[in-house]
Nanobody, 124 residues
Framework: QVQLVESGGGLVQAGGSLRLSCAVS????????MGWFRQAPGKEREFVAA????????LYADSVKGRFTISRDNAKNTAYLQMNSLKPEDTAVYYC?????????????????WGQGTQVTVSS
């Protein structure tokens, strides 16, 4: 059974940076795309970024493009989300996910396994 554990969340001022990590176990990590999603209180879970198994292809939500960078280290079974120029509207619980197919998709329902989430709070 696959396990995903996020870390790196916290409280940061607007304009600051955070780096989230997602450690994966129980599955061949390097075979699958990885994604990051977020959910703010009272809102639907939304796509943030995704990366192919090789790391060559990436996809970003328009709201984070140019500020966030997704990456992965297959040797460490870990994916990352570097978040710069954070805004109060980035405040949410951030989740990493694994998709058991190669295409990068933005709909949460197409992602198969999820972590427990890590809180990111950006103060103004």
């Amino acid at each position: 059974q696959v396990q995903l554990v996020e870390s790196g969340g916290g409280l940061v001022q607007a304009g600051g940076s955070l780096r989230l990590s997602c450690a994966v176990s129980g599955r061949t990590f390097s075979t699958y795309p990885m994604g990051w999603f977020r959910q703010a209180p009272g809102k639907e879970r939304e796509f943030v970024a995704a990366i192919s198994w090789s790391g060559v292809s990436t996809l970003y939500a328009d709201s984070v493009k140019g500020r966030f960078t997704i990456s992965r280290d297959n040797a460490k079974n870990t994916a990352y989300l570097q978040m710069n120029s954070l805004k109060p509207e980035d405040t949410a619980v951030y989740y990493c996910a694994v998709r058991q197919a190669s295409m990068l998709l933005t709909t949460p329902e197409y992602w198969n396994d999820w972590g427990q989430g890590t809180q990111v709070t950006v103060s103004s």
